[in-house]
């Protein structure tokens, strides 16, 4: 299959993710010129066989690059990273919450965080070794193993209630959230070191989240 009869068969699926990207349809038709001249310098006219997905993550760096290059934040929610679950679902904290549960269940804690910065906080590799003070090839390894478990474990489950019997777990979610609301990478990280205990750094939230809130008022 040649390019342009690859790209009119995607461009209607990427589009779509170009509009979740971008929330915007000045900018998500932009998104895709940029996508198509991005692609076409790769693969030239020749014969291949490509997916929507190699589409979609060529727009995905190409909006992650331009944000960054104007010094926005790119905290957004990736709906296809964060398994197709609805834009408002970071705003909402009751569905965050419920498929934070359920990635609690089936990926270790350092795998869900490093999913977390890497799919939906569109952090780097190199920015994730940073946060997390460990070795780019640990970063690597556990990201690729918790995709692996997303796709096997729980993506054929969204629908599924999860409930969190232990507290540990019941804070760590609600930190989780937190963090991705607040696009807190700093947050996130530190629910992987050891000194403090998940219910210290609850602690900690909580006070500065008051804090802030003390401040507005008075502002």
Same mark, same amino acid.
């Given at each position: 299959?040649?390019?342009?009869? $690859?790209?009119?068969?995607?461009?209607?699926?990427?589009?779509?993710? =170009?509009?979740?990207?971008?929330?915007?349809?000045?900018?998500?038709? #932009?998104?895709?010129?940029?996508?198509?001249?991005? @692609? /076409?310098?790769?693969?030239?006219?020749?014969?291949?066989?490509?997916?929507?997905?190699?589409?979609?993550?060529?727009?995905?760096?190409?909006?992650?690059?331009?944000?960054?290059?104007?010094?926005?934040? =790119?905290?957004?929610? #990736?709906?296809?990273?964060?398994?197709?679950?609805? $834009?408002?679902?970071?705003?909402?904290?009751?569905?965050?919450? =419920?498929?934070?549960?359920?990635?609690?269940?089936?990926?270790?804690?350092?795998?869900?965080?490093?999913?977390?910065?890497?799919?939906?906080? /569109? =952090?780097?590799? @190199?920015?994730?070794?940073?946060?997390?003070?460990?070795?780019?090839?640990?970063?690597?390894?556990?990201?690729?193993? @918790?995709?692996?478990?997303?796709?096997?474990?729980?993506?054929?489950?969204?629908?599924?209630?999860?409930?969190?019997? #232990?507290?540990?777990?019941?804070?760590?979610?609600?930190?989780?959230?937190?963090?991705?609301?607040?696009?807190?990478?700093?947050?996130?990280?530190?629910?992987?070191?050891?000194?403090?205990?998940?219910?210290?750094?609850?602690?900690?939230?909580?006070?500065?989240?008051?804090? $802030?809130?003390?401040?507005?008022?008075?502002?």
């Amino acid at each position: 299959m040649h390019f342009n009869e $690859s790209w009119q068969q995607h461009q209607s699926s990427l589009r779509k993710a =170009c509009l979740l990207f971008t929330q915007n349809y000045h900018d998500a038709e #932009d998104l895709m010129q940029a996508t198509w001249l991005k @692609a /076409y310098q790769r693969l030239g006219d020749k014969e291949f066989t490509v997916s929507t997905a190699y589409f979609t993550t060529i727009a995905k760096h190409l909006w992650i690059d331009q944000r960054r290059r104007k010094n926005l934040p =790119c905290t957004n929610i #990736d709906q296809e990273a964060l398994l197709q679950i609805p $834009s408002r679902a970071v705003s909402d904290t009751s569905e965050l919450t =419920c498929l934070l549960n359920l990635l609690v269940t089936h990926l270790t804690t350092k795998q869900l965080i490093m999913f977390l910065l890497a799919d939906v906080t /569109y =952090c780097s590799l @190199a920015e994730i070794a940073q946060l997390t003070q460990t070795s780019l090839g640990a970063v690597k390894a556990s990201l690729f193993r @918790a995709r692996q478990n997303v796709d096997r474990y729980v993506r054929g489950q969204l629908d599924k209630d999860v409930e969190l019997a #232990d507290e540990e777990s019941i804070l760590r979610v609600q930190l989780y959230v937190q963090a991705l609301q607040s696009g807190d990478h700093q947050l996130l990280s530190q629910l992987l070191n050891e000194q403090l205990s998940v219910a210290t750094l609850y602690a900690i939230s909580q006070q500065s989240l008051g804090q $802030s809130a003390t401040i507005y008022m008075c502002a």
